[in-house]
């Protein structure tokens, strides 16, 4: 199946400083990716549609100025936490939807903010 | 939102099949059914999708009803390493239609 590479797989970070995290599709050209969010023993929730080339739409209840998405080429989308706090500590996962309107995960990150 | 209902938790012996029900009473019909998994603390995985016919990979199988309000995911034989979140998911089949995770069923493969 296809490949989507995120980067990095686990980050510690400062309150208050910001962290970037990347999607990539390694074999594919994605016009559209995902980004979801996972607390433990919980769902996938997701965040925000990731268009190419166009602003993100973000879900109902989610932070377009803290969580801000770029998905400035069609195999690259990035997900960057604004002054985060400890209460942003997650399991990010991305996913970037394929030829058949399959879509595939990357290995999600897991963000601890101290 | 998810559309769709699993029972939260089920045991299947090893070797032995599992079969995963999923209702989606209300699913449209230009709607898929996408089957997904998430092992511990790794992304999810693409198992399988179908419209209204069954569909069968190297994976799984997936038996869609006549009145699609419902599907099973069948897994022919269960391995430990089939001990995952599995996730019935409905959507539609254009590319920008958000994929919405439910509850899922927690599928344990006991020795």
């Known amino acids: 199946g296809a490949v989507v590479s995120q980067h990095p797989s686990r980050v510690i970070c400062k309150s208050g400083t910001s962290v970037k995290i990347e999607c990539r599709s390694l074999d594919f050209q994605a016009t559209t990716m995902f980004w979801y969010r996972q607390f433990p023993k919980q769902s996938l929730m997701l965040m925000a549609t990731s268009n190419e080339g166009s602003k993100a739409t973000y879900e109902q209840g989610v932070e377009k100025d803290k969580f801000l998405i770029n998905h400035a080429s069609l195999t690259l989308s990035t997900l960057t936490v604004t002054s985060a706090h400890p209460e942003d500590s997650s399991f990010y996962i991305c996913?970037?939807?394929?030829?058949?309107?399959?879509?595939?995960f990357g290995q999600g990150t897991r963000l601890t903010v101290v | 939102d998810a559309k769709t209902t699993q029972p939260p938790s089920m045991d299947c012996a090893e070797g032995r099949a599992a079969n995963l029900p999923c209702n989606h009473s209300t699913i449209s019909g230009n709607e898929y059914v996408y089957w997904y998994r998430q092992i511990h603390s790794q992304g999810p995985q693409y198992i399988i999708h179908g419209l209204k016919n069954n569909e069968t990979n190297e994976m799984a199988s997936l038996i869609i009803t006549e009145d699609r309000k419902s599907s099973t995911l069948i897994l022919p034989h269960a391995t430990l390493r089939d001990t995952a979140v599995y996730y019935c998911?409905?959507?539609?089949?254009?590319?920008?239609?958000?994929?919405?995770f439910g509850t899922g069923t927690s599928l344990t493969v006991i020795p």
């Open positions: 998911i409905v959507r539609a089949g254009n590319t920008g239609n958000q994929f919405y």
């Open positions: 996913s970037a939807v394929g030829q058949l309107n399959e879509a595939f």
